[in-house]
């Protein structure tokens, strides 16, 4: 049963639908008591015969073939713009199989009516046990998590994520920070990847996401 199925008892507050859905169904479940609960199990959004989208090209230094990643909209009756579908096209045969399964899983969270940012969270987590590569200055732990950082672009592209922004305060003692640690080796950071990492006052300081911790 779908995690994204809709409560019918008293216990769970209605939902509004926005989007035209496929199809449901009722379905009648026992808990561990024996008491019978009904569930109404929403189907997947429509997705319209014509969407519009984006094609986002990345390179990972792994492989010597580009990825190209196309994520759909869909615009809801509020006027929210949703993704509905994403793809991967890539010439590197090894990449297929995961590819195919990580493209369908996700399309079918996407088509889902309920939560999808926390998919880019999940992915970036993925580490390659052969090791990272760098794009730019930014550190990519896996191919995987390269596409994350695609699937958070595109979110902020639609207006579904904020890009996390630092105080004027903290931007001037990162500021400072950087000008002292020139020279000096980093650390990797865990909450963005960058090695970008000092110690400062017994404290470690991420000079890209402002990320610290001390003792």
């Known amino acids: 049963m779908s995690a994204l199925a809709i409560e019918v008892a ?7 639908i926005t989007q035209n859905i496929v199809g449901w169904s009722v379905v009648r479940t026992k808990d561990d008591k024996g008491n019978t609960h009904t569930v109404q199990e929403v189907a997947s959004l429509e997705r319209p015969r014509v969407v519009q989208g984006n094609t986002y090209k990345i390179s990972p230094a792994v492989t010597d073939c580009a990825m ?4 759909n909209n869909i615009t809801l009756e509020d ?3 949703r993704p509905i579908e994403m ?5 590197h045969v090894p990449h297929q199989q995961w590819i195919t399964a990580l493209t369908r899983m996700v399309s079918a969270i996407f088509r889902k009516p309920g939560p999808y940012l926390f998919i880019a969270e999940e992915l970036e987590q993925i580490f390659d046990p052969q090791g990272g590569y760098f794009e ?9 998590a390269h596409v994350a950082a695609v699937l958070k672009e595109h979110f902020i592209h639609i207006g579904a994520l904020e890009v996390p922004q630092l105080s004027d305060a903290a931007q001037v003692v990162i500021a400072e920070k950087k000008a002292q640690a020139n020279g000096h080796d980093k650390m990797q950071c865990m909450a963005c990847h960058q090695f970008s990492v000092i110690i400062s006052e017994g404290c470690k300081v991420c000079l890209e996401c402002g990320d610290s911790k001390c003792g």
């Open 136 to 144: 730019g200055s930014r550190m990519m732990p896996s191919v995987v």
């Open 10 to 16: 008293n216990k769970t507050a209605p939902v509004k």
């Open 68 to 71: 190209y990643i196309t994520i």
């Open 79 to 81: 006027g929210t713009v």
């Open 87 to 91: 793809f991967i096209s890539s010439k």
